[in-house]
Structure formats: C-alpha cells, structure tokens
C-alpha cells in the first residue's frame, strides 16, 4: 500500500522534463526534479522531512521508474 502521493505539477522551466510533489499525509515532503548532470530524475527533500525505508523504497522506485521512461522517449 502506497504511503506517498506522487503528484504532477507540469514541465520543468526547460519544458524537457516533468516535476512531481512528493505529498505525505497531506504534507509535501519534497519534489522530483530532473539533474542533467546525473541524466536522472533525483528527490529534493523538504526542510525537517522524515523518511523511513518504506517511504525511501517508493521514493527510490518512482525514480528509477520515471528516469527509465524519460529515456525512452
């Protein structure tokens, strides 16, 4: 069961890549952004957020997912 909200909040400035808010008990935790340095989509976390590895391990799999759908475009 899903524990985190991954919600689309449109294109980068660039208009190249998406942007996500990560929304944990209506509270955004962070947002997923592109690093082109890494040519991966990283999490950026909110100041005082919490993670246990439940909420890491989705974090970590929506990553991995949406960087591997990114490159097949």
Known sequence: M????FQDTGPS????TK????IGNNYVLGW???YGQWRK???HAGAGSLYDAGCLNEISAFLIQETNAHKQQ
């Open 2 to 5: 899903s524990r985190l909200e």
């Open 19 to 22: 942007t996500w808010e990560v």
């Open 32 to 34: 997923v952004r592109w």
């Open 13 to 16: 400035p660039s208009g190249k």
């Open 41 to 43: 989509y990283v999490f």
